[in-house]
């Protein structure tokens, strides 16, 4: 599934993409900057309203344009990686919940995933269902989040920023029921385990997801209304932040980012796992490489992840949803020495679990490979040549989580 908007460009205008889409010098020596440059030092955050989490980016600027742009990670840090290698492999899930805040469902299935490689077992047919079907509501809660926080870092582009971010919230409030019913929290699940899930489907409960996604599908022709022929949305977006394909790769940049610069990977379908080895995935690329080619592919994935979860719902078998026993004790599960990764694609990109076992209930090392990591590395890189306020758009439109960047 193939977007592209950049051919009914005026021919000045795709110069200008061209052109934005030369990687300039993210390491450039202020000091041997052009001395007759009215330099100024902005930081970025953490307290501005449009920068994300605890992040804040050291802005180098020469009048309104940016010559170097510096992220500073924060002081997030809560030792997740650490605290896994002190727990058990059972009592492991509530915490990496926190990592990606808002897909606290995919954490949950990527780690564990890695513990049942190492382990060689599968989830039971039920519980492949249940995990792919939250992935992909999982999945669209995510993609709502981002649009409505792009309206507000696009401020007056959208009826003030805050219209399209209330259109999309009252629909996340839908979904974020459907989890709760689900697993009985609304935002962080401690619902998957090794060997499958804790949680089985409650009676009434697709039809639920049905009715909720069926007005998401008639809500985003709403979200297409918005911007479709907002000439400010167009301008701010189109030809702004243009990540070339070989760069976003060079950094291991992934999901919706990478696709939106014509790279044609999904996880899903090119390294497939769990169920996703019998569907099929319609990836959504798009060539721009821009923001709004950005925006274009998260809402092409929301309309497929609402396909599968339909297509799914309509096919879950009966039967256990765990392949081990019941968990009693803390130490149920011990896994044999040995080194194993497993990934999965979010709604950021791959997210995978790096682990070293030494035969105990613990793992002896646990390392977490955040795709928002990988996407923030690009900003040094984007940064340079834009004006203050396209570097906000540009950072809004690359969709960072700071609960997984530091970890």
């Given at each position: ?288 490489g821009d923001c709004l080619a950005r925006y274009e592919v998260r809402l092409a994935e929301m309309r497929e992840s609402i396909r599968l979860v339909n297509m799914l719902l309509e096919g879950v078998p009966e039967g256990p949803i765990n392949s081990l026993k019941a968990v009693k004790l803390p130490g149920a599960v011990k ?73």
């Amino acid at each position: 599934m193939a977007l592209a908007h950049h051919h009914d460009l005026p021919a000045a205008a795709a110069a200008l993409v061209r052109a934005k889409a030369e990687v300039p010098n993210p390491h450039i020596d202020v000091e041997s900057y052009d001395p007759e440059g009215d330099l100024l030092v902005l930081n970025l955050g953490p307290q501005h309203p449009s920068t994300h989490g605890v992040l804040r980016v050291k802005l180098y600027l020469d009048g309104e344009v940016c010559i170097k742009a510096v992220p500073y990670l924060g002081y997030l840090h809560r030792g997740v990686e650490k605290l896994c290698e002190k727990l058990t492999y059972v009592q492991i899930t509530p915490i990496v919940d926190k990592n990606d805040y808002v897909s606290a469902f995919t954490n949950e299935l990527a780690i564990n995933m890695a513990f049942e490689a190492m382990l060689g077992t599968e989830p039971p047919p039920r519980a492949q269902y249940i995990r792919a079907i939250g992935a992909e509501m999982q999945r669209v809660a995510s993609h709502l989040l981002w649009i409505g926080t792009f309206g507000l870092d696009m401020g007056g582009a959208l009826g003030g920023g805050a219209t399209l971010f209330m259109h999309t919230f009252r629909e996340r409030e839908t979904i974020l029921d459907c989890f709760e019913v689900l697993t009985g929290s609304r935002f962080h699940y401690n619902t998957l385990q090794v060997g499958g899930c804790r949680h089985d489907i409650p009676a009434g409960w697709a039809e639920m997801v049905r009715s909720t996604f069926a007005t998401i599908l008639r809500r985003v022709e709403e979200y297409e209304a918005f911007v479709r022929t907002n000439a400010i949305f167009l301008a701010r977006t189109r030809g702004v932040g243009v990540v070339d394909a070989e760069l976003a790769l060079e950094l291991g940049v992934s999901g919706p980012v990478l696709r939106a610069s014509g790279v044609d990977y999904d996880l899903r379908r090119d390294r497939p796992y769990g169920l996703y080895r019998d569907i099929e995935v319609n990836v959504a690329t798009a060539s721009g490489g821009d923001c709004l080619a950005r925006y274009e592919v998260r809402l092409a994935e929301m309309r497929e992840s609402i396909r599968l979860v339909n297509m799914l719902l309509e096919g879950v078998p009966e039967g256990p949803i765990n392949s081990l026993k019941a968990v009693k004790l803390p130490g149920a599960v011990k896994v044999k020495p040995g080194i194993g990764y497993a990934a999965i694609e979010t709604a950021r990109g791959e997210l995978g679990t790096w682990v070293v076992a030494d035969g105990s209930d613990k793992a002896y090392r646990c390392k977490i490979r955040p795709p928002s990591l990988h996407a923030l590395s690009l900003l040094p890189y984007l940064a340079p040549g834009q004006n203050l306020s396209d570097i906000i758009v540009t950072l809004g439109s690359l969709d960072p989580i700071m609960g997984e960047v530091d970890r």
